[in-house]
């Protein structure tokens, strides 16, 4: 169901929170520490990144004894451009976001911030800068910010460092890992926006209120009042359906962005909206994107668009990503225009099969997952597909 | 300059060190046209990749062996009147000072290259590459070095085995530029590009 | 006894040059765009030599002997 607890206080479309308006709301972010790492754990909160790894988790292994002082990293990059949560959050409640990174920095005692903002999202960059300004602690103001480019893979952890400590937001292989030697050499803490904006409500009303916790959805598609849900762990793809004003002609459903995967419409209804409860069933929740494919829609052509955008964002790094995922997005599109045909179909298994891996970071595998899905749930569809070069004057509708 | 006074030993070291050099020149070419066969990745039946690899290895160390065995017999001769300081410091000697100097100038960058090259699993791939492209200065150096240093005694054979030289790695050099062998680059460069937020200089 | 080695490999230093694969066609084929795949699990002994030949014929040092149990395709 509807809950709002990041989102709650003023409209969202009357743009930022004073700090006025957020202290009178909520009070001043606690001053709490590294006792706060405990608090997150016995929260059970999963980042909001799309990875779903455990806050607390990650906070601890920061935390033990690194002679330098950490970085924390506010990763407001929002790569998945379907997805609206993290500009929504850092544009209407800029403080309850720049809360969590104090309180994260506190926890991991230290005093360098940086901010990563995707470079599309002015109002995101307007609000945080000016709530950054106003400020009293001396951290958040003299905190870095750092504009993402518009790339898919450029929110991705790795790239979100690089860009952080060399300027150049490039996913690289990962030893040493992040937490031990990121940005400047030092351990370095990336967190999503929203999860930093649920540490800021945790350490003020403590683990025990936070229970399943609440998550951002951006409901896309097939649905009359597409945009940013807030709702209760576990909350069932139908309810946001129904929230976000959908009709029951739905085919299927893209579950998690373009990082995340297909699952027929009947399946998906009741499905929990909750990070690990997904991950259980061989799912991800992601970055929270939820998109729903009407029934006149055309899986493969949709897939055959989002394979290709995938393809063109790989960063050219690693060859099997940036050939394999070329291949099989153009493979995708010949069924889609051309009509389905036996050898492209054994391509885009065989090629799934060996491009899924074989890349320095994960953006293959996103692409992959995506694409098996596709063939599992569009099987029909892609087995049968008539070629679009004669389709009915009335094109299929694509998710926006 | 003929030394018919001179006694049999030192004959033998002139005439070694001017073999070992046209050796060391021949072989060089042979390495320097492997090492961009090698970049072009060419194969061909029955010449596996591994191949160009393995030559351009094995040869390199014979040049290396002939390169040694060329100096010190410079140095050892008494006609030439060399210290070992010459064969380290360039242009030192007081016989032909300028066209020595290059050699103990090619030589050196080659040592270089020989001894990164060794220690590759600790310097990494990017500090390696860097530095064996001074075989490209090297080889050109060691090419006037041998016209210079011994023109005055040298048949027409030498100065058309140089040529042949020449020949080859010229060709090897201007097709090497034609041709980009490395399928990523150019998309590679492109994203980079795209995602470089560091300040202009 | 000591832990099996793997074949480790940089994705992003490899550029296909595919020596690897010459010399090691048992554990390493190459996709269809010249990369590796390289067979997963713990290198069989008689293999050991032909695994550091492969290593060392590696123009952009991609591959590693690796003794843990990190996996790599």
Known sequence: MIEERLLAGPDLSRGPESLASHMQRLGPPPSIGPALIDVVERSGLTGRGGAAFPVGAKWRAIARGHAEQPVVVVNGAEGEPQSLKDQVLMTARPHLVLDGAILAARALRTSRIAVVIGESKRAALTSISAALAERPEPELRHARIVMAPTRYVAGESSAVVHLAGSGIALPTTRPPSMHEAGVDGRPTLVQNVESLAHVAQIARFGAGWFGAGTVLITAVGAVSAPGVLEVGSGTSVREVFEAAGGTRDTRAILLGGYFGAWVGAAQAWDLPLDPVALRDRGLTLGCGVVGFLHDAGCGVCETARIMGYLASESSAQCGPCFFGLRALADATSRIGQRGSNTEDLVRLDRWSKEVAGRGACRHPDGAVMLLRSALAVFAEEFANHAPHWRAAPSQPRRIA | MVRASAPLTDQVLWYTTRGAGAVSLVLLTAVVGLGILSSLRFEATGWPRFLTAGLHRNLALVTLIFLGLHIVTAVVDPYTNLGWAAAVIPFSSYYRTFWLGLGTIAAELLAAIGITTLARGYIGPRTWKIVHWLAYAAWPIGVIHGLGTGTDAWSAWFFALTCACIALVGFAVVYRLGVSRDPLADPRAAFRAAVDRRPRP | ?73
């Open chain 3, 1 to 73: 006894m000591s832990a099996k080695a793997q074949l480790a490999i940089d994705r992003i230093r490899c550029d296909g040059h595919a020596l690897c694969a010459e010399l090691l066609p048992e554990l390493v084929r190459l996709d269809d765009w010249g990369y590796p795949i390289i067979a997963p699990g713990p290198i069989p002994d008689h293999l050991l030599a032909h695994v550091q030949n492969a290593v060392t014929a590696c123009p952009v040092l991609a591959l590693a002997l690796k003794r843990a149990e990190k996996p790599a395709r």
